[in-house]
């Protein structure tokens, strides 16, 4: 792992860096597991700094952090004027996967519809696995990861198996995953709209509050955007953090898997906030929270004017 090497002092940014960097050295040592990760903070001026490189280049499973990369390739079709948002997808009986992520199992009223942007929405926010298998029905495998291929990413990828319009969520790299998170940010991957409509709802609070954002105030939350995934021993988190202009300036991907402090077999079982290494991200999302939020002097502004509401 590599830390702040070759940067020059700045006031306040540098020692923001320095904090994340101890923070994720300190939580990741007491969780366990094997970690690849990849933090970058970016200076008022507009460098961006390494703030953490541990194995960034490792091709790891990606497990639902991988969904954003599929959000991304059906924008890509959206932006082309080859789908719409407001398009429907048929939700039949054999789509649905019946499994304790997402919502679509909890319906019972199949056959159904919903809109294309139903279904990202559902995919980005509680993770569904059957919006997963919507996405694949306008855009298949192949095309999915050649549309990625076409942005520049090789490791990013889906893995196709018989069915075409069906895939595993496959693999990829902190480095490739960081570097998606930060051209959306710079909006130099989907176009202005659909870099918004991506960046809202990962921002939204129905999003994942287990990981990073788990110590976060409600309004607070509203300033991360990000994606979990996790399966078998592997728990990842990836997205970026706001600062007070309501500009993206941190850059996280955070993957981990293998033999966590404590129960292996309760570990296994555990994806939630009492987990080794989702008890690491807490901490370490507040302290890049609190550390973005010393870097800048502007007020703050809030993703949009919706708030929540009953």
């Known amino acids: 792992m590599s830390v702040d090497r070759g940067i020059a002092p700045r006031t306040g940014t540098t020692a923001a860096r320095r904090a994340i960097a101890r923070k994720y050295a ?16 970016t200076d008022p001026d507009g460098a961006e700094h390494p703030v953490v490189e541990d194995h960034p280049d490792r091709v790891v ?48 009223a199949y056959p159904s519809s919903v809109t294309l942007g139903h279904a990202l929405a559902a995919l980005l926010t509680v993770s569904d696995n059957t919006a997963v298998r919507l996405c694949g029905l306008v855009v298949p495998a192949l095309e999915l990861n050649d549309v ?21 969520l496959g693999t990829t790299t902190p480095r490739e995953t960081a570097t998606l998170f930060a051209r959306l940010a710079r909006g130099d991957l989907l176009s202005p709209a659909s870099t918004a409509h991506l960046l809202t709802v990962l921002r939204s609070l129905t999003s994942f509050t287990e990981g990073v954002r788990r110590d976060l105030t409600s309004p607070e939350r509203l ?55 989702l008890r690491a ?30």
């Open 26 to 41: 300190r939580e990741t040592a007491k969780a366990g597991g094997t970690w690849s990760a990849l933090i970058t903070v």
């Open 61 to 108: 499973e990606a497990y639902s952090v991988n969904k954003v990369a599929v959000a991304v390739a059906v924008l890509d079709k959206v932006d082309r004027g080859l789908l719409r948002l407001d398009q429907r997808v048929e939700v039949t009986h054999d789509v649905v996967i019946r499994d304790t992520d997402g919502i679509f199992a909890l319906d019972g």
């Open 148 to 168: 990625l291929a076409a942005k520049g990413f090789t490791h990013t990828r889906v893995e196709p198996v018989d069915h075409p319009n069906r895939f595993y």
């Open 223 to 277: 300033d991360v955007a990000t994606k979990a995934g996790w399966y078998d021993d592997g728990r990842n988190e990836a997205g970026l953090v706001f600062d007070a202009r309501g500009v993206p300036v941190l850059t996280f991907a955070l993957f981990a898997s293998g033999a966590f402090r404590g129960d292996q077999a309760r570990n296994f079982e555990d994806y939630g906030a009492t987990h080794p290494a």
């Open 281 to 310: 991200r807490a901490a370490l999302g507040r302290s890049c929270y609190d550390a973005v939020r010393g870097t800048a002097a502007a007020p703050r502004t809030a993703p949009g004017t919706d708030r929540p509401e009953n």
